[in-house]
């Protein structure tokens, strides 16, 4: 029989009879059995492991396989704590595994490995063969590793070059046009350029949404136009660098077109425009009562609404709230999302973010509603 096969019976008949205690007269019996045991089993693993080390020795370098070759991170293994307890008795216990971490294995190691651990050929290396794999790696990889990271910042630097436009970048803006639907006056004009998107919001003199029921552009082919077929908003994307052509809108409920000129390649781009249109709109919430809609200031509540005083005004402070205001002669121009409640206004327009902008008698304390809650305004620096 195998002297392996016979070292591990005895061992598992020496634990049977120590567990069992079959022949163990008193406890000093069973403890020097045990101990026995404990020998026999120790000396057994270290024969074990004796006897591994050589069959790994007489194991061919061609058939290991290489392990965490390509690893990175530092190998982590991990010792079960219940075998710390068998090896220290006396170490304190404790539920978490101990942890060894081992270096990382290096770039250039790692090809070894790989090397090495490849088959052996069958037939003995020519000149032959030699010649032609150079011939190979010439004609595949000609160029060493320096000079293929200089080509690559060679390509870099080309198409960052090729991403810088001709001329500065146009300038973003965003405008407010009040529209004039009257024979004889001039379409406004909306800025396009190529490579940017511009949206145009349509909404009537309260500030409230006017659907759009239907639209036709001049020149298809300079200009891409979006619209999902029920709000108030046209998406427009000038195609060609430069180029003029013109757009047609219909608004629901309104008889009379709205006419818009596009102009691309303007040093100005408009990033958005609200288009106010004289009248109610069906969607129209917050109707206007007393003294209606002013026909003279519109243009001037139509800056206010942009964050831009009339020409010649002062600016004011304001204290009590969000609000900006100006003084232009005995009126007062307030912009603040609040509703004015004292003293009344002359004149009011809404931009479709829920922007006021408020004509005024001078006043030094103005009363707002903020959220349903009246509060007192003071203005100050006359």
Same mark, same amino acid.
């Given at each position: 029989?195998?002297? =392996?096969?016979?070292?591990?019976?005895?061992?598992?008949?020496?634990?049977?009879?120590?567990?069992?205690?079959?022949?163990?007269?008193?406890?000093?019996s069973v403890a020097t059995a045990t101990e026995s045991s404990m020998d026999e089993s120790s000396g057994y693993q270290e024969w074990v492991n004796e006897d591994?080390?050589?069959?790994? !020795?007489?194991?061919?370098?061609?058939?290991?396989?290489? !392990?965490?070759?390509?690893?990175?991170?530092?190998?982590?293994? =991990?010792?079960?704590?219940?075998? !710390? !307890?068998?090896s220290a008795p006396n170490a304190s216990q404790s539920n978490e595994d101990n942890l060894v971490i081992s270096k990382p294995m290096s770039y250039e190691r790692s090809q070894r490995i790989m090397l090495n651990s490849a088959p052996p050929g069958g037939n003995k290396i020519s000149s032959d063969s030699d010649d032609a794999f150079n011939a190979l790696m010439r004609q595949n990889?000609?160029?060493?590793?320096?000079?293929?990271?200089?080509? =690559?910042?060679?390509?870099?630097?080309?198409?960052r070059a090729a991403a810088i436009p001709a001329t500065v970048p146009p300038k973003p803006v965003s405008t407010t046009i009040m529209m004039n639907l009257a024979p004889g006056t001039t379409p406004p004009a909306i800025r396009l350029s190529q490579g940017y998107v511009t949206s145009l919001v349509f909404v009537d003199s309260t500030g409230a949404p006017w659907p759009i029921a239907a639209f036709?552009?001049?020149d298809p082919k300079a200009s891409r136009i979006q619209w999902d077929g029920k709000s108030n908003v046209l998406i427009i994307q000038g195609v060609n660098p430069y180029g003029d052509s013109d757009l047609v809108v219909r608004l629901a409920g309104l008889m009379t077109p709205i006419t818009l000129e596009l102009v691309s390649g303007q040093r100005v781009v408009d990033f958005r425009t609200d288009i106010h249109v004289a009248g109610i709109g069906p969607n129209a919430k917050d109707l206007p009562t007393g003294t209606g809609l002013p026909n003279s200031a519109n243009q001037v509540l139509l800056d206010v609404l942009d964050g831009v005083g009339p020409a010649g005004s002062k600016l004011l402070t304001v204290t009590g709230g969000d609000c900006q205001a100006w003084l232009f002669g005995d009126k007062m121009y307030l912009r603040t999302r609040?509703? *004015?409640?004292?003293?009344?206004?002359?004149? =009011?327009? *809404?931009?479709?973010?829920g922007m006021y902008a408020y004509e005024i008698q001078r006043s030094a304390t103005v009363l707002v509603s903020r959220y349903g809650t009246p509060v007192e305004l003071r203005i100050e620096d006359f």
């Open positions: 029989m195998d002297k =392996r096969l016979l070292k591990n019976l005895c061992i598992l008949i020496l634990s049977a009879v120590s567990s069992t205690g079959i022949f163990a007269a008193d406890s000093s591994k080390d050589k069959d790994e !020795q007489a194991q061919p370098p061609s058939l290991a396989s290489p !392990q965490n070759v390509y690893s990175k991170a530092p190998t982590i293994i =991990r010792t079960p704590a219940s075998t !710390q !307890q068998k990889i000609p160029l060493n590793p320096k000079q293929v990271i200089k080509l =690559r910042q060679l390509i870099d630097n080309s198409q036709d552009v001049g609040l509703t *004015v409640l004292s003293p009344g206004w002359v004149g =009011r327009m *809404v931009s479709p973010d």
